[in-house]
């Protein structure tokens, strides 16, 4: 069936530094693609969202950039702090599924100070 | 209220047992949502309601899992004969015209079946 996944698990990174999220998705016919925030404990923060019209959409200290060609979606962070530790799911939506998200597993991200 | 609200937060019920899930979402959002979550895994979508359409049941995993929407706003996720295997937090989500961005997630509610 169709899924989201993402290609790392977990990630470190040093305070200051840039941070970059991946995820892989395999329906071509999905219309928005979303970021979502999850710190412990909380339900899922929405970030930013990209419909399939872009390539690139950028917020504060983030960025999303969409490949439909190899069918790639990314997180930048800018400047990450140690608040940005959290798990980062990527999640789409639309097609004939419009209204379900479906999410992929998680990347845990780590700011170390 | 201000955000999404789940209850209770917390529930622990023995195997067997029925088990209702309460979901208060966003004053005047149409779209609401159950996922649930598994430790150190991803969302898992089982329901989806927007306004007065028929609600998109696709993802309940067994028939022993029903969810209703009373009046357009508050959301009742059950499960009868509750297995171990349904251990999971369900998380509730409302937006507000049915597209899933900018939805708003409750905390969720942690089910534990001993």
């Known amino acids: 069936g169709e899924s989201v996944g993402l290609h790392l698990p977990t990630l470190s990174v040093q305070e200051g530094d840039n941070s970059i999220i991946n995820c892989a998705y395999s329906n071509s016919a999905s219309d928005y693609f979303i970021w979502y925030k999850q710190e412990s404990g909380k339900g899922p923060q929405f970030i930013i969202d990209?419909?399939?019209?872009?390539d690139k959409r950028q917020g504060q200290r983030v960025t999303v950039l969409l490949n439909k060609t190899v069918k790639h979606l990314s997180l930048q962070i800018a400047a990450t702090q140690p608040g940005d530790s959290a798990v980062y799911f990527c999640a789409e939506a639309g097609g004939t599924s419009y209204g379900k998200l479906t999410f992929g597993q998680g990347t845990i991200l780590t700011v170390h100070p | 209220g201000a955000g999404v609200s789940q209850s209770p937060s917390n529930k622990v019920t023995e195997k067997g047992k029925d088990v209702e899930l309460r979901c208060d979402p966003i004053?005047?959002?149409?779209?609401l949502y159950w996922y649930r979550q598994s430790l150190g895994q991803g969302l898992e979508f089982l329901i989806y309601?927007?306004?007065?359409?028929?609600?998109?049941k696709s993802g309940l995993p067994s028939d022993r899992f029903s969810a209703e929407r009373t009046g357009g706003s508050v959301s009742t996720l059950t499960i009868q004969r509750t297995q171990q295997e349904d251990s999971a937090v369900y998380l509730c989500?409302?937006?507000?015209?049915?597209?899933?961005?900018?939805?708003?997630f409750g905390q969720g509610t942690r089910l534990t079946v001993v």
């Open positions: 004053s005047g959002h149409t779209a």
């Open positions: 989500a409302s937006s507000r015209q049915g597209a899933s961005t900018e939805a708003f």
């Open positions: 990209i419909r399939s019209n872009m």
């Open positions: 309601f927007q306004g007065n359409s028929a609600p998109d």
